[in-house]
């Protein structure tokens, strides 16, 4: 049986996205929820909290529950353009080590005790290094023992695959993009970067189907060779 939080943030959502309130209108507030579908405080609250963390509420203190400006009807995809002939790249892996940074444990959803493994790829072309990933894997998508030859961690995806059959590029995941300035003289090195030049950093989580984190990956791209295309399609 659906609980009736769910029941009634179905509701709620259906509201939204036929348009009922428009980006920026004030939604229903508790009591309105509390009248409307004679539940308690706990209950409303608990489907109003989950339509502001799916981002489509926002809270003012004082003010009320609103609906938020983003594009609630609209599918968004963000694509990286490659500035140079993908078969002109290379990538070369730098290191494969397992460890148990507890920083690192958290983002993977590991326990303090277990460990995974860290590798560190570095793609260019043209021999201009313009791409540093920075991969942690869980070690349960690590075939062990760890291979001598290291270029066959090239292509983490490909391993996976070929190790597991596990499709990482069809897995759902969560990524973010900031402007940073590097200070780590190793990442600055193998980017050419001097100390006042900027870098893309990209954060990325994929999932398996059960939630669990199929990797955690940091990577830092040199500012000449970014670029994103943003295509917006009406549902």
Do not use: C
Not at 28 to 45: C, G, H, L, M
Request: aromatic share 10%; charged share 30%; no cysteine.
């Amino acid at each position: 049986m659906i609980p009736k939080y769910e029941q009634i943030k179905q509701d709620l959502l259906r509201e939204i996205k036929n348009h009922t309130f428009i980006p920026g209108d004030k939604f229903y507030s508790e009591a309105d929820i509390k009248r409307n579908y004679s539940v308690s405080s706990i209950t409303a609250v608990k489907a109003l909290n989950e339509l502001t963390n799916a981002g489509y509420l926002y809270r003012v203190q004082g003010k009320g529950t609103f609906v938020s400006k983003s594009k609630i009807s609209q599918s968004v995809k963000f694509s990286d353009i490659e500035l140079h002939a993908i078969d002109t790249e290379k990538v070369e892996v730098l290191s494969v080590k397992e460890e148990q940074e507890p920083a690192i444990l958290k983002e993977l959803g590991l326990p303090s005790n277990s460990s995974y493994y860290k590798i560190i790829r570095v793609r260019s072309f043209d021999a201009v290094p313009f791409l540093i990933h920075i991969t942690h894997l869980p070690k349960k998508l690590v075939k062990e023992p760890i291979s001598d030859d290291l270029s066959i961690y090239s292509s983490i995806y490909e391993r996976v695959r070929k190790d597991f059959g596990i499709d990482l590029f069809s897995l759902s995941s969560t990524e973010t993009n900031e402007i940073v300035f590097p200070d780590d003289p190793e990442l600055l090195n193998l980017l050419n970067l001097s100390f006042r030049e900027p870098a893309v950093k990209q954060v990325k989580h994929s999932y398996l189907p059960d939630r669990s984190v199929a990797e955690y990956i940091i990577s830092y791209k040199h500012w000449k060779y970014f670029k994103t295309k943003i295509e917006v399609e009406a549902e």
